[in-house]
């Protein structure tokens, strides 16, 4: 048997016959020759053909996806009946430009692989093989063929390798891609083919390549974006693109120029939209978030509604300029509150998160009743300074007034007081610090809030610690007194901003109920006043108590009014109010959209509202891109508002995303100037 | 203020050249200005009310081979006797494959029997790109309101074979009924096979 054996193994190395490959075809630009991995099969075995291209040089076959034209090697296998052939393992393309189009294909020797199975019970000495290729090769001009090539091959007991092709197959396999298995999904939707994977420490994602044909826009460029475990992929979509198949292969190239194979579902629901921002997908480095934190809270004490209590604070370094030991202490202390503030307010998330409830930056301010309470704070804060009545002096030390009293406990609840008037304004920076935060482990979330809260202190640590600082403060006097007083005003202002605040909220009968509250403080806080001057009895002390708690339980019996967001629209506003199925929808239809997540409460964004969303350039600009303008009111805590935020790593308002057809959302800064919108519209739309 | 408003619409104006880059069914088909064969001038707003086709063509290209065995020439009869202009665009540049002289191309019409309205010269590729004409054959059908209502392939089978023609969907015939019996067709995109359009 063995002698047969030697014998049959000689013969098949010999006989033409039964070579291992049917030898060359010579086509136009193209020579092929099939080649079995095994010159002598036995049954039951698996076995590989290659189908061996070796183009003209600069001219191309085509991939499973041909990209823009061309079209894909085509394989007819005529096989006896126990034999069967699998698919085309693809070997890695290349992207071939023929401007303005981008082709996916093969330059050079191409390596096609196809799986022949034989049956167990397989009986013929022979496996007679007939394929039939259709090809079409290109340089530009393009030349379709077809061949028949056939190959017997014996079959016996004993498979034997075909020494000749071994190094053809390992250069086969050397280009296949790498099949790696992770959890992948993909999604349409805006425009766009957008994946994201599971991805294991590999090198970096140069590009990609879709097996899908009329998936993606072949020419447009590829965003890939690696943030920390996850790959996020985008391309354009295709302009024949009409149904994504259910799930569908994609080819990773890595800058080492290896290749990996990956599966992709299409994502289930359409909840669950890939969103992939720009400038805010990179893994940032902690230290870069901590600086960026900083520097948010150091822009914070810029922000209006700081300001009153920056000059409250700066009034009292000036009022004790006489001892620096002490200014150093109360610059501690105040610091020591404004980060300690922070530190509950990110407790505070953290647990209300941890709760699953939908909060977000700000909400402070969503509550009518703490609107109002800060209204009263704010309001008897401008009478102590107009000094109507003296705080600190008295009983009323707690909470708000000991903001203005002297002594460590009255710096510390300064800074207390500035972080709770200051949240609202989310500062550029503090969005991506505070989105960080948010979707980070409990620890570093509470860094970031601390090292937001030593931002907003360090220019009063600066003012106390450092000589030349204080040196440039002026020395005590009258104009103290005066300065005081005009400091007032800022106050009174901010107390009827968040009056105003509160009416949006609750309706104007709420808001007189709270005037009438106003009123009651102060009465409350001049009878006060004269007691502390000795001018009024005991009496005087208890109706002031007593004013002082109808003032506090007046907002309560408030008519509360349930706003309804229509309200407010009138005939000819440009806006239409955001929901995300009207989002989703609009993106659908492939128009542009310019989402503006707002509040009353903050200031930032009336600004941008005034100053930039209403200007007659942007409102021009809008009307000539055919943009329709979303705009979403997050006054009142809005659970969908708070998890489109959450989408875009932000956690407060304001928030400005354009959408343009094909293209990744684009995030617009936090301050807008009148040409912001105008210049991103015509810079999206130059856009191929 | 004012020239700023006239700054942002020249520039729009501009731009809405890019922007045509991706054309839409349903919206009004890019206007565009081409020479033909026998030096006459042609806009497609000249053929407002009636129905036109556009269809790129190479005629060395294997695919636009394929159809001129006789299904290009057929449907261009079937159409042109229905009152639809039918212009063949050759937005091959100088130099490239398809590129022809007008007399060459008057040639090939005679020699293949074609019957298109006109054969048109796009060699700057300005009008291939307004459509994103990405193929030989590509085709387009504009309805009599000058809305684009389909563009894509000639057919369903992307191959170079003649034989295929015969058991493919037609889909741009039954496009180009549908637009003359005054309805949307269905579909309205499809996959352009061919040779990449030689610009």
């Known amino acids: 048997m063995r002698s047969v054996m030697l014998l049959l193994f000689c013969f098949s190395c010999f006989a033409p016959l039964w070579a291992a490959t049917t030898g060359w075809q010579t086509a136009k630009h193209l020579q092929a020759e099939l080649v079995s991995e095994y010159q002598q099969v036995q049954p039951g075995q698996t076995l590989q053909l290659a189908l061996h291209f070796v183009p003209d040089e600069h001219w191309h076959t085509y991939w499973q996806n041909p990209g823009d034209s061309g079209l894909p090697t085509q394989l007819s296998w005529t096989l006896p009946e126990g034999v069967s052939a699998g698919a085309i393992k693809w070997p890695t393309p290349q992207a071939i430009a023929v401007p303005p189009l981008v082709n996916y294909g093969f330059e050079g020797q191409t390596i096609l692989l196809s799986d022949l199975t034989v049956a167990s019970d397989y009986q013929a000495d022979t496996l007679p093989i007939s394929l039939k290729v259709d090809w079409l090769v290109c340089e530009e001009v393009c030349i379709p063929a077809e061949a028949e090539f056939s190959l017997v091959l014996p079959v016996a007991a004993k498979a034997v390798l075909a020494e000749d092709a071994v190094s053809l197959f390992q250069q086969a396999q050397q280009q296949l891609p790498y099949p790696i298995n992770v959890s992948g999904q993909f999604d349409v939707s805006g425009g766009a083919f957008s994946a994201v994977l599971d991805i294991p420490t590999i090198q970096p994602i140069s590009a990609f390549f879709v097996a899908a044909t009329e998936l993606v826009d072949h020419a447009a460029p590829q965003q890939v974006t690696l943030n920390g475990e996850q790959l996020l992929l985008q391309q354009p979509l295709n302009t024949y693109f009409s149904v994504a198949p259910q799930q569908l292969d994609i080819v990773l190239i890595t800058t080492a120029n290896k290749a990996y194979s990956v599966q992709l579902q299409q994502t289930r629901s359409a909840g669950t939209e890939i969103l992939i921002t720009q400038g805010q997908q990179d893994p940032t480095a902690l230290w870069l978030i901590l600086l960026l934190a900083g520097a948010g809270g150091v822009l914070l004490n810029l922000m209006p509604c700081v300001f009153p209590v920056l000059s409250l604070k700066a009034l009292s370094i000036a009022g004790h300029g006489q001892v620096r030991r002490q200014q150093q202490l109360q610059a501690l202390w105040y610091s020591l509150g404004v980060v300690m503030s922070f530190v509950m307010l990110a407790i505070l998330l953290i647990v209300l998160r941890s709760a699953g409830a939908a909060v977000g930056w700000g909400f402070q301010l969503q509550n009518p009743y703490l609107v109002a309470l800060l209204v009263y704070l704010l309001f008897a804060l401008g009478l102590s300074l107009s000094g109507v009545v003296q705080f600190g002096l008295g009983l009323m030390n707690t909470g708000s007034a000991v903001a203005d009293s002297g002594g460590s406990r009255g710096a510390f609840f300064t800074g207390v007081l500035a972080v709770v008037v200051a949240s609202p304004c989310t500062a550029p920076f503090m969005g991506t610090a505070l989105g960080y935060a948010v979707s980070q482990e409990a620890a570093i979330a509470l860094l970031i809030f601390a090292a937001l809260g030593f931002g907003m202190a360090l220019p009063f640590l600066l003012l106390a610690l450092v000589p030349g600082f204080s040196r440039v403060l002026p020395k005590p006097g009258v104009w103290m007194d005066t300065l005081k007083q005009w400091l007032a005003y800022p106050l009174y202002l901010s107390a009827v901003w968040l009056l105003w605040v509160y009416g949006r909220q609750s309706g104007v009968d709420a808001q007189a109920m709270l005037l009438i509250g106003v009123v009651c403080i102060a009465a409350a806080c001049w009878l006060w006043g004269r007691r502390q001057l000795s001018l009024a009895g005991n009496g005087s002390v208890m109706l002031a108590a007593v004013l002082l708690l109808l003032a506090l339980a007046l907002p309560g019996f408030a008519p509360y009014q349930q706003r309804n967001p229509t309200d407010t629209a009138t005939a000819d506003q440009s806006w239409q109010s955001w929901s995300a199925d009207t989002l989703s929808e609009l993106r659908q239809q492939g128009k542009p959209v310019l989402v503006n997540m707002t509040a009353d409460w903050c200031i930032t964004c009336l600004v941008n509202e005034r100053v930039a969303l209403s200007s007659d350039s942007t409102k021009a600009a809008l009307a000539l891109y055919d943009v329709t303008y979303l705009k979403g009111d997050w006054t009142l805590r809005d659970a969908a508002i708070t998890e489109y935020l959450r989408l875009y790593q932000r956690d407060g308002v304001p928030l400005y995303v354009l959408y343009w057809p094909g293209q990744q959302p684009e995030v617009l800064p936090q301050i807008l100037t009148p040409d912001t919108v105008p210049q991103t519209l015509a810079r999206l739309s130059r856009q191929p | ?199």
């Open chain 2, 1 to 199: 203020m004012k020239l700023r408003h006239l700054v942002l619409a020249a520039s729009a104006a501009v731009l809405s050249l890019g922007l045509t880059a991706a054309p839409q069914i349903g919206a009004p088909a890019p206007d565009f200005t081409v020479v033909d064969s026998k030096g006459s001038s042609h806009s497609l707003r000249d053929f407002a009310g009636k129905t036109v086709v556009l269809e790129w063509t190479n005629h060395d290209c294997p695919f636009v081979k394929k159809h001129y065995q006789g299904n290009m020439q057929a449907l261009q009869q079937e159409m042109t006797a229905q009152d639809v202009v039918w212009l063949s665009v050759i937005s091959s540049a100088p130099g490239k494959q398809g590129h022809v002289s007008p007399s060459e191309a008057d040639d090939l019409t005679a020699s293949r029997n074609a019957a298109p309205t006109a054969v048109v010269f796009d060699e700057s590729g300005v009008v291939g790109q307004a459509y994103a004409a990405k193929t030989t054959p590509h085709m387009y059908v504009i309805d009599k309101a000058g809305v684009l209502q389909y563009m894509g392939g000639i057919d369903s089978i992307p191959s170079a074979k003649v034989e295929d023609i015969a058991t493919a969907t037609p889909l741009f015939a039954n496009a180009a009924k549908a637009v003359l019996a005054g309805e949307a067709p269905n579909p309205a995109i499809s996959k352009p096979y061919g040779c990449s359009v030689k610009y």
